[in-house]
């Protein structure tokens, strides 16, 4: 029997003892009987029991054998002495588990290599049960790869940080003990190079995922929520064509961007995301993104596609319905200026019914109104919200206050006789109007060549009718299925793919982004979708529980759930290593058990040493 010692040029193996005969047992089953002494060497279990039930006296043996060489052989009368009380014990079924008995120097016991244990093994044990591994290996990629790619993306589910730093925070968690890899010598490098690896598998591995969800969660395929979002870049990006400037929902429109979009299911699961230019207009990504998802999560003739008004145009709508699809879509704000008379007209609004928040009953819902207009080609909802009637005021309020200050420095300049050209001052006023596009058309800007001034003047029928349409918009269908109700409550589901974007770029931390090459930008977005499947998965096994919490808050319970070593100085100089799990706390064991996650996150291992130095570690025959 040989065991593995650590030495400066790497492991060694090193004889412990000779087992001799092994008896008529046939060689097919030697592996059996090897498992079975390293299950006893290590205390995790009794003399294990052979056919019988009853302790298995070779194994008995064999393991007093590895333990007198690990102490100093004992001499031949001892050794026939134990084998003698051995066979005894064992013809008596009485045997007795010694492996847990140690005497210890008490004031001596430490602990050491404490690492954060209980984010990342709730992100592992969802990451086991949405079969990443598979799924990975059946896109060709080998098992350091797919660890690492669970080590990153557990980074980005927990504690985002660029690849420079990732290496030191998987070496501060459990990860290497739950992923039996060695991360000590891990550099930034390697997580690059597997960037370069997963940037060419991303269709298979998205499209396995939507298949394992769907058979894990029983998704309903009927819907495809898509919206987009933009991201942005810390530097010049020169190296990356898809890096330009564009209007940006991050509100840096000084930084180069790209844009993202997403397609959800009704429940939220990722079904496709693909990377676009960061000048990509709306409406020009839909063909684009129909033919991502068809290759990523397949044809779903009849389902129906909820887009928002940026993308709402005669083409997007062309598009979805020459591929078997409905659509359901905010109107742009013309069309909805157009049925002024159906808004101004109470006759037909009927409330929508909201149930309280589960996790907040006394909160106060404001109230949406919703009418139906049927057509031939199809349905319109027009929908009337009380909170959105502020929130449209204020915002056309807080314009109109911007509008009238640069037309008031305007006046200034040309009266100081700063700005003289009348050319010049159509110029600035021509400026000052596509900046304010959302009010400028309420109001008359007008300069007088003779007086020299610049005024500014209601138009006071548009603001009338702003007014009366603030709070107000029109939903599109081509379903004629559809009530009123169902539809609005249809169209709302797109907030969760604000939401997953809210997710993606501050829990996941998507941005800023630093990469400078394509591939690896886009494989930065892929990692923090790959994190929101996990994140997804755990937030949904929550509220089929009937838990409404956020990833965030389980996290930061989690946090206190540890793995450590405990060293215990025994007798004779030597020192027993036991690397474990702490004890978790009440509400971790809640929520281990509510997500149905083991309270133990590794198996215990027993290693002893000489002194300080460790000397053995887990024994082979």
């Known amino acids: 029997m040989v065991e593995s010692v650590a030495t400066p040029k790497g492991p060694r193996q090193r004889a412990v003892c000779s087992l001799g005969d092994l008896g008529p047992k046939p060689r097919a089953d030697w592996l059996k009987l090897v498992d079975r002494v390293e299950e006893a060497l290590v205390g995790q279990g009794d003399w294990v029991e052979d056919a019988k039930g009853k302790a298995d006296p070779q194994v008995r043996e064999i393991v007093e054998k590895v333990r007198a060489a690990r102490r100093g052989k004992p001499g031949r009368a001892a050794r026939s002495r134990q084998r003698d009380k051995a066979v005894a014990e064992a013809k008596a079924g009485t045997a007795e588990t010694e492996s847990d008995l140690v005497a210890v120097h008490t004031d001596r016991v430490t602990t050491e290599e404490s690492r954060e244990a209980g984010p990342v093994h709730v992100g592992v044990e969802f990451w086991k049960r949405l079969e990443m591994d598979r799924i990975l290996e059946g896109a060709g990629l080998d098992e350091r790869t797919r660890r690492l790619t669970c080590a990153m993306v557990m980074n980005r589910l927990i504690s985002p940080e660029a690849e420079y730093a990732m290496p030191d925070w998987i070496r ?49 395929g009927t819907v495809c929520l898509y919206d987009l979002t933009s991201t942005y ?32 299911g009704r429940e939220g699961f990722p079904l496709a995301h693909e990377v676009f230019a960061g000048n990509t207009l709306d409406h020009q990504t839909v063909g684009q993104m129909l033919d991502v998802l068809e290759k990523r999560a397949g044809r779903r003739e009849g389902a129906t596609v909820v887009i928002d008004r940026g993308m709402a145009d005669e083409d997007s709508r062309v598009e979805i319905l020459s591929r078997g699809y409905h659509y359901l879509e905010a109107a742009r704000q013309s ?53 959105r009637i502020e929130k449209d005021r204020a915002i056309r309020r807080k314009h109109e206050g911007r509008l009238k200050a640069d037309v008031e420095k305007l006046q200034k300049s040309v009266a100081a006789g700063r700005l003289q050209k009348t050319a010049k001052i159509w110029e600035r006023i021509g400026r000052i109007k ?33 007014e009366k349409l603030d709070g107000t918009y029109l939903l599109k269908t081509d379903r004629t299925d559809l009530e009123a109700d169902p539809a609005w409550r ?55 529980r009937g838990i409404h919490t956020s990833w965030a808050i389980v996290r930061k319970t989690l946090k206190t759930h540890q793995v450590a070593t405990v060293v215990l100085p025994a007798d004779g100089g030597q020192t027993l290593l036991i690397r474990k799990s702490g004890t978790p706390d009440p509400d971790v064991r809640a929520l281990y058990d509510i997500l149905q996650v083991p309270h133990q996150v590794i198996r215990p291992r027993k290693t002893w040493c000489l002194g300080r130095r460790q000397e053995s570690k887990t024994a082979k025959t």
């Open 233 to 264: 870049f810390e530097g010049k990006a020169l190296a990356n064509p898809k890096a330009q400037r564009g209007y940006s929902r991050d509100h840096r429109p000084d930084c180069k961007q790209v844009v993202v979009g997403l397609v959800l």
């Open 434 to 466: 596509q900046r304010y596009p959302r009010v400028a058309r309420y109001w008359e800007i007008a300069y007088d060549e003779a007086a020299r001034t610049v005024t500014l003047t209601p138009r006071a029928d548009q603001l009338a009718k702003a």
């Open 335 to 387: 069309e909805r200026d157009q049925v002024l008379a159906e808004f101004e007209d109470d006759a037909g609004f009927e409330p929508v019914i909201r149930t309280p928040s589960p996790t907040n009953p006394f909160q106060k819902k404001s109230r949406i109104e919703v009418k139906l207009r049927r057509l031939e080609n199809g349905t319109q909802v027009l929908c009337r919200s009380e909170e």
């Open 172 to 220: 501060q968690t459990a990860l290497a003990d739950m992923l039996g890899m060695d991360f000590e010598s891990l550099a930034e490098d390697a997580l690059y190079r597997n960037l370069d690896r997963l940037y060419p598998n991303r269709e298979p591995i998205e499209r396995g995922l939507a298949e394992r969800e769907q058979a894990w969660f029983g998704l309903d």
């Open 490 to 544: 249809l169209y709302m589901l797109l907030t969760r793919v604000e939401a997953a974007f809210r997710s993606m770029k501050s829990p996941l931390a998507e941005r800023p982004i630093f990469h400078h090459v394509e591939r690896r930008v886009e494989t930065h977005i892929f990692l923090c979708v790959l994190a929101y499947h996990i994140l997804t998965a755990i937030e949904k096994t929550l509220l089929d």
